[in-house]
């Protein structure tokens, strides 16, 4: 099956610093990236939809100036957590998928802010 | 707008007993209906997937679902569970014509006992 990356698995940061993740699709090509959210214990909630070369479309209730997402090539779209404050801290899982084909969940990336 | 409903918020069975996880979804159309698995920390395993056909789907590990469209549910099925199904399982729907995003249920919860 289609493999999907994520990088890095994990990260620290001290709050106020801005964080970036990338994720990756090694094997195909994403015209659609998702990236999802999960706090502890909990359901996996969508935050936006990204299509190579155009805005993320964020979910209702999503800060698209705090969660900024860029999809600038078919195998990658990053996650940047502009000013992170603890309440950030969550894990951050992202899909791809190919025109018409299921999603590909990328291992996630746990972010934890101090 | 979709839903989904996973009531069980925790199963437990006994290894080698049968298991059925849960999941009843609101949509107008014909939904795709996933099942995924998730081991602790880890990003998500596809289980099994219903696009149209045929109502019972296999999948891997040895796992089943079957949609019943005048239930609304799909509910994933084992004959016999291995300590390794120990996981948080979530069933998910998608539609097409939102690239399918996916909307979770709020998971359940696999415990086995030996």
């Known amino acids: 099956g289609a493999v999907v990356s994520q990088h890095p698995s994990r990260v620290i940061c001290k709050s106020g610093t801005s964080v970036k993740i990338e994720c990756r699709s090694l094997?195909?090509?994403?015209?659609?990236m998702f990236w999802y959210r999960q706090f502890p214990k909990q359901s996996l909630m969508l935050m936006a939809t990204?299509?190579?070369?155009?805005?993320?479309?964020?979910e209702q209730g999503v800060e698209k100036d705090k969660f900024l997402i860029n999809h600038a090539s078919l195998t990658l779209s990053t996650l940047t957590v502009t000013s992170a404050h603890p309440e950030d801290s969550s894990f951050y899982i992202c899909?791809?998928?190919?025109?018409?084909?299921?999603?590909?969940f990328g291992p996630g990336t746990r972010l934890t802010v101090l | 707008a979709q839903s989904v409903t996973q009531p069980d918020i925790h199963i437990t069975v006994s290894e080698g007993a049968s298991l059925e996880l849960r999941c009843n979804y609101s949509?107008?159309?014909?939904?795709?209906l996933f099942w995924y698995v998730q081991s602790p920390g880890q990003g998500l395993q596809l289980l099994l997937k219903?696009?149209?056909?045929?109502?019972l789907v296999q999948g891997i590990k040895g796992f089943e679902a079957e949609f019943k469209r005048s239930q609304s549910s799909f509910n994933l099925r084992k004959p016999s569970v291995h300590w390794s199904d120990a996981a948080e399982y979530f069933c998910?729907?998608?539609?097409?014509?939102?690239?399918?995003?996916?909307?979770f249920g709020k998971g359940t919860s696999l415990l086995v006992t030996p």
């Open positions: 899909s791809a998928r190919e025109a018409a084909s299921e999603q590909f």
């Open positions: 094997d195909f090509q994403a015209t659609t």
């Open positions: 990204s299509n190579e070369g155009s805005k993320a479309t964020y």
């Open positions: 949509y107008g159309a014909t939904p795709y």
């Open positions: 219903y696009f149209s056909g045929d109502t």
């Open positions: 998910a729907v998608g539609a097409g014509n939102s690239g399918y995003a996916l909307n």
